[in-house]
């Protein structure tokens, strides 16, 4: 029966989209695996898209699909957002780059600084990998001390030394040994391991390093009071706090620190703040951030890049976050939790025991049957359930990230989140034999 299944729903993948085979299988020349971040890859092909509209995304071969994707959540009004592009386009006609200051970084970064409670002073780069990266580099330079302390499953980018601890990130051939020496990892949502590992590191730890919820470890929520909690027992032990909000940042104008009302020593942001276009920020309180300022010290710490402030991008990204108000964030939010409410309803009405965890705009379906509160527990999820129901909502037309990540733009109504249920569930209509068959501990 499951082989059955997954025949009839690779087939259709292969007949649906020939298109992007014979592209794959010239890329795949060039690129290794056909795809230039890993991520994209999956079996039997990648899909291709040519081009964007709002909510949907456009094959080679036609096909519209509904795009749940929306660039691992760096777009936040959806493809080709018109108040974006005449932004993009009014500007580069002047110009894209420039060697010096400009007016467009003046606006992004006081809009920023504004917004963002833990943004006092920041710089930009150009993605997040780079943004945790000197956010780290400035914590030790600015403390004097060397270790770091993070959540195991939480991500931070590809870097050697957030990427050398990544846990789920098992592969790490190419990363110095060296670089776990001065890493610690303690158990998201466990406040005495961290507490204990504070304590007994405070002398040598430079800064505790964390998403405020997890991300791409399975949008696992913080208990109650924990982020809190971290606050008061870093200010103890005199460890600066560091909060990645490079993905949840959209959950709230001024981020999750703002949400949660806890306010970190450190910040980065990334993703929507730049409109869709390449960006990173690392910030954070005025007093560590002087440490690169030329009119405060005679010996600025160095922090430069050939594209960092890119004119084009700063002027996508205020079009993007000038647009993303108070007003803007409620409405995706609620779209979200409508989301959510209709999920929990089909699992219910198909005898299903599976999790969709959930905060404002982003949604993670688990086939595990118990609440998720660890990347430990998202890690269990069934993956050939979730790799089938990725192929087979593409089949569908929608366009999801595999592992069943799912990020709202503002573009999306409900009319299109009740279609993109009604698919799900008619997805999970497909795979029921096979759960009944071989996962029947999903089974309510
Ligand atoms: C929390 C977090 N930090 C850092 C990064 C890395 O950002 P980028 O992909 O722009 O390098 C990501 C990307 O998903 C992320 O979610």
Do not use: W
């Amino acid at each position: 029966m499951g082989e059955e299944i997954k025949d009839r729903i690779f087939d259709i993948y292969k007949e649906k989209f020939p298109v992007c085979k014979e592209r794959h299988n010239e890329l795949v020349k060039y690129i290794p695996g056909g795809a230039t971040r890993s991520l994209s890859y999956f079996k039997p092909f990648p899909i291709h898209i040519d081009y964007g509209e709002g909510s949907y995304v456009f094959t080679p071969e036609g096909h519209k699909l509904f795009d749940i994707t929306n660039a691992y959540g760096a777009l936040i009004h959806g493809h080709g957002d018109p108040d974006i592009v005449a932004a993009v386009q009014a500007g580069i006609e002047k110009g894209s780059q420039y060697s010096t200051p400009t007016m467009a970084q003046l606006k992004l970064s006081k809009l920023l600084c504004e917004r963002v409670p833990g943004l006092e002073k920041l710089r930009f780069l150009n993605s997040g990998t780079e943004a945790t990266l000197y956010a780290l580099r400035t914590a030790r330079a600015y403390t004097k001390k060397d270790k770091i302390l993070k959540m195991v499953g939480g991500f931070h980018g590809t870097h050697d030394c957030v990427a050398a601890s990544t846990k789920k990130n098992v592969i790490t051939a190419g990363i110095p040994k060296g670089m776990t020496e001065d890493v610690i990892e303690v158990p998201y949502n466990d406040i005495e391991a961290l507490e204990q590992a504070v304590k007994e590191n405070a002398s040598e730890l430079a800064v505790v390093i964390m998403e405020p919820f997890l991300g791409a470890g399975g949008v696992i929520l913080p208990k109650k009071g924990y982020l809190k909690s971290i606050r008061e027992i870093t200010e103890k032990y005199n460890v600066l706090l560091f909060f990645d909000e490079i993905f949840s940042f959209r959950v709230h104008t001024g981020g999750c620190q703002a949400l949660y009302n806890v306010i970190p020593d450190l910040t980065t942001v990334g993703k929507v703040i730049g409109g869709g276009l390449p960006i990173g920020v690392f910030g954070g309180k005025e007093e560590i951030m002087n440490i690169y300022c030329h009119e405060h010290t005679d010996t600025p710490l160095y922090h430069s890049g050939t594209f960092n402030g890119y004119e084009t991008v700063m002027q996508a990204g205020y079009a993007a976050l000038k647009k993303f108000d108070a007003d803007a964030v409620d409405k995706i939010n609620k779209i979200g939790q409508y989301f959510h409410d209709n999920l929990e309803r089909i699992f219910k009405e198909n005898g299903l025991n599976i999790q969709s965890n959930h905060i404002g705009s982003y949604l993670n379906i688990h086939f595990v049957n118990e609440k998720v509160t660890t990347p430990e527990l998202a890690m269990k999820s069934e993956e050939e359930l979730l790799s089938l129901m990725h192929l087979s909502l593409l089949n569908k037309g929608i366009f999801t990230i595999p592992r069943a990540l799912y990020i709202l733009s503002c573009k999306m109504t409900e009319k299109e989140i009740d279609n993109l249920v009604n698919k799900i569930d008619e997805t999970l209509k497909e795979l029921l034999p096979l759960i009944e068959k071989k996962y029947t501990h999903l089974l309510l």
